[in-house]
RNA sequence: GCCCGGGUGGCGAAAUGGGCAGACGCAGAGGACUUAAAAUCCUCUGGGAGGCGACUCCCAUGCGGGUUCGAGUCCCGCCCCGGGCACCA
């Protein structure tokens, strides 16, 4: 039979048209199968599909086709995220509706998507900035309203005084709006509204510890640093009139060593006590903290002229406002330890503080101030402590803690790093923070009967101004729902991040109008099994949806402590050393690859080229490799398919050889894809097969010939799904392949019949034997010493030992 | 500064619990087929030295030590690259 040449565009589009007429994967919840529920990071519609964004496709779909052949019942749902400012910012530059804007690259990517043939249930797709998500969310925001998890404070925010509106953090480049970049940023203090994560830290924190394992260490690492718990003491200093001044320090131990007590330039002491010009040096700190300086300014301070008393020794201390003292970390406020400390050194050089050394390390000298460099920090014996002099760092911690507990004028605390997470937004494109401010009841929420609220449409959106929502009347007026007098709607939009953090549960149960989801369907599929995705979401988007899973197991809504088991971060795709994005103009489209060597091809190269975590230069020449091979499989498999089902004779030693190898393959690409996903490795034994079956082309029977391609076939469907069908197709069989069971393989077929054995002359490899599998230490011992090659390094040399490791190797010792 | 990764041919990479370093692919060289090109197929390809030759020896996994019969892999000390956090008290 004439073999045929591969025509990869025929052949996606034959197979795009056939899975057209069936749902290809429609996963229902099945109590009685066991489930895989995997999925990728959710996708923002920016309308290019690049090969970065491929990458993490192809991951989950081989996945998801591997799993499902393994006879797993598998929930692939796919869906669209709106991620309010790329998508407003767009808008405004081309004059378009940000809905609009949306909806037409939503169409754009799915249709390129849908060409690299991905197992997604589009019966489940959603997008984050529809109407019925806008309800639950919003739902889920007067659930933590209820709990007092949502609540509103006066803030300070980025403003650009050019644009006349608030920025988000990441609009700050180098202290300057990213739109007018030589315009600072300024702050400002404005009512903003927060959820309050804080109230979860010890939870998301100590649950890391589950996680370890199944998610990446470095993405555990960037959470436990992020969230950044310290243990100390809370510690009461007093003003000389009385009034209190709390300190939080990990650092109890060196407080005999304070020599100043320093407030943040925002703390609510600091404008009372400081008056005169030095208000102007407070108000410059605060306004050139605000642009984020590349990391090092000076320290400075201002000094207020008020004095405040160590509780524990009853010393006067200097208070002053001290630049580099952070309002939001601890209680703002913090005991100057100049001794033991880098900043509180500088700071107390800079001012001529007193430098008084209370901690000498272990066994050694005591500590001399003129001494000091830069051997700070560390925990050692104390000195100058009063009664606690003498003790270790860690045992005086303990018991100056207690002191100031039993006197009451501090106590054990813990201090996280974590914030409250702000989601005020004062843009258009987000989902409405649903209440109402009357003039009589205050902040009222909308009932949750009147959900959703929806954004007009009739919004004139520059960029310039305060939020749009302000200038749309309709909006804004609005009845209080509780005294129904007018009153004022809130036009603060929630951050994109609460759309993503909980999307992936509106997945198992997309329509639901009673409820964000079921949970009874919630039970089955939760939690998800497989996770993909960037590294760039190491820390937001993992950390909110963690805190979202957690409020709404105490709401009621589930059972589960965390969404995900398993987390896989994929490394980037890089072209010319730079991740690729369309600003940069560097970026390979997936639609334009398909185009050239088809679908197939580029999956192959991605999933080839690199371990997945790893990151990927791409390289056009690769991709050529990869179609090189498929057609080339392709070409055997077409011009042997008919012998093959012929039960033609062959040569048997031909047949053992191919056999052996053919399971030998299916054993190393299994246990590959079960325990570590290098797909490159798997493939490459693929390869490596293909090769042996043409080298052994003729001379093998029908038999084993079909049974080789049709496992070679099932092998390569994860990766390669419209060749694997149009191979399958060929091969005479039935069934969409993805239908199929996983290949099994066949220990004793994959068994080589002899065994290779090393041997080494001091761990030098200098001859080898063959040898039956099994054969004992002694007879390997024995050839490996009548060799002939090693029997010229015995001469003239002294035999030490011989070291055996059965099936594998010998090691001469000689000296 | 602190916390994570990582460093192997010309390139992407393999080597899974210490046991043949460089599988598989790209690029390159030579050859076959062809009027020719493309495509395809075959052979070679870490560096160095020796031999007419089948081959033999030496060097080589960022650098320096160590443990071991044996180290890319384990331990100690450095260097370099990438990433995250960063006056976090």
Not at 133 to 147: A, C, D, G, V
Not at 170 to 189: F, L, M, S
Not at 328 to 342: I, K, N, R, S
Not at 417 to 431: A, E, M, N, P, V
Request: net charge neutral; with cysteine; glycine share 6%.
């Amino acid at each position: 039979m004439p073999e045929k040449n591969y025509d990869a565009q025929r052949i996606e589009m034959k197979w795009r048209r056939r899975w057209e007429q069936i749902p290809l994967y429609r996963a229902e919840a099945n109590p009685a199968r066991p489930k895989y529920y995997v999925l990728e990071m959710l996708p923002y519609p920016s309308g290019t599909l690049h090969m970065g964004h491929l990458r993490n496709y192809t991951i989950g779909d081989a996945v998801a086709r591997y799993k499902r052949m393994r006879g797993f019942n598998v929930l692939h749902p796919m869906g669209w995220d709106a991620f309010g400012l790329p998508a407003e910012n767009a808008a405004i530059e081309r004059g378009l509706h940000p809905r609009e804007w949306t909806l037409r690259n939503i169409a754009e990517m799915t249709r390129t998507l849908r060409r690299y043939a991905f197992s997604y249930d589009w019966s489940r797709e959603i997008s984050t900035c529809e109407p019925e998500y806008y309800r639950w969310n919003q739902w889920f925001f007067l659930k933590m309203l209820e709990r007092g998890l949502a609540y509103r404070k006066k803030s300070l925010v980025n403003w650009c005084p050019e644009c006349g509106t608030v920025l988000a953090n990441e609009q700050v480049v180098d202290g300057c709006c990213w739109r007018h970049p030589r315009t600072p940023v300024e702050q400002r203090d404005l009512e903003q509204w927060f959820l309050k994560t804080t109230a979860y830290a010890e939870q998301l924190l100590a649950d890391i510890r589950r996680l370890e394992g199944l998610w990446p260490e470095r993405v555990l690492a960037m959470q436990r640093n992020w969230i950044g718990r310290s243990e100390g003491a809370e510690i009461v200093f007093r003003l000389e009139d009385g009034r209190p001044i709390p300190v939080f320090t990990t650092r109890v131990d060196t407080i005999f060593g304070a020599t100043g007590l320093l407030l943040a330039p925002e703390h609510p002491l600091t404008a009372e006590l400081v008056e005169g010009e030095g208000r102007l040096r407070v108000k410059a700190m605060i306004d050139s903290r605000a642009q984020k300086q590349l990391a090092e300014f000076d320290k400075e301070g201002v000094f207020t002229g008020r004095y405040a008393v160590n509780p524990y020794n009853g010393e006067r201390l200097p208070v002053w406002v001290a630049n580099f003292v952070l309002l939001e970390y601890g209680t703002g406020a913090v005991m100057a330890v100049p001794a033991h400390d880098q900043r509180d050194f500088e700071f107390c050089r800079k001012y001529g503080l007193e430098i008084r050394p209370v901690i000498r390390p272990a066994g050694g000298e005591p500590a001399r101030a003129d001494l000091l460099e830069e051997a700070f920090v560390e925990d050692g014996v104390l000195e100058n402590s009063g009664e606690f002099s003498g003790l270790s760092s860690e045992e005086a911690r303990r018991r100056m803690t207690a002191k100031a507990e039993r006197e009451g004028f501090g106590r054990a605390a813990v201090t996280y790093r974590l914030k409250d997470w702000g989601i005020s937004r004062q843009r258009y494109w987000g989902t409405p923070i649903p209440v109402v401010h009357c003039p009589q009841c205050g902040i009222v929420p909308v009932p949750e009967s009147e959900l959703p609220v929806l954004l007009p449409l009739n919004v004139r959106i520059t960029g310039r101004g305060r939020s749009p929502l302000e200038s749309v009347p309709e909006f804004v007026q609005a009845a209080c729902p509780r005294c129904a007098a007018p009153a004022r709607r809130e036009t603060d939009t929630m951050d994109t991040f609460v759309d993503s953090s909980w999307y992936f549960y509106r997945y198992c149960d997309p329509r639901n109008d009673r409820l964000p989801y079921d949970p009874e369907l919630i039970a089955y599929w939760f939690p998800i099994d497989q996770y993909i995705g960037g590294i760039e979401h190491a820390i937001l988007h993992l950390i909110y949806s963690r805190f979202f899973c957690k409020v709404m197991r105490d709401i009621g809504l589930i059972r589960h402590d965390e969404p995900v088991r398993s987390l896989f971060t994929q490394g980037m795709v890089l072209k010319d050393g730079a991740a690729m994005s369309k600003s940069r103009g560097n970026v390979v489209g997936a639609d334009e690859l398909a185009d050239r060597y088809g679908a197939d091809t580029g999956r192959l190269f991605v999933l080839f080229a690199a371990p997945p975590e790893k990151e990927l230069e791409w390289q056009d020449a690769g991709v050529e490799g990869m179609h090189r091979f498929l057609a080339r499989t392709y070409r055997f498999l077409t011009r042997n398919a008919e012998r093959a089902r012929s039960g033609a004779a062959g040569e048997a030693e031909a047949d053992r050889q191919a056999l052996r190898k053919l399971h030998q393959t299916v054993r190393k690409v299994t246990q590959d894809l079960e325990s570590r996903w290098h797909f490159n490795t798997s493939i490459a034994a693929v390869m490596e097969l293909m090769n042996e079956l043409h080298a052994l082309e003729e001379r093998l029977s029908g038999p084993v010939l079909q049974e080789a391609l049709e496992k070679v076939t099932l092998m390569l469907a994860p990766f390669v799904p419209y060749l694997a069908e149009e191979l399958w197709e060929e091969l005479g069989r039935q069934g969409p392949v993805f239908d199929q069971s996983w290949p099994d393989y066949d220990q004793e077929l994959a068994r080589e019949e002899e065994a290779e054995i090393v041997v080494q002359v001091n761990g030098r490899v200098r001859s080898r034997i063959r040898a039956a599998f099994g054969a004992s230490r002694e007879e390997l011992e024995r050839r490996a010493l009548e060799d002939d090659k090693i029997q010229g390094f015995l001469k003239g040399r002294q035999l030490v030992k011989v070291v055996v490791v059965p099936d594998k190797l010998v090691n001469v010792v000689v000296r």
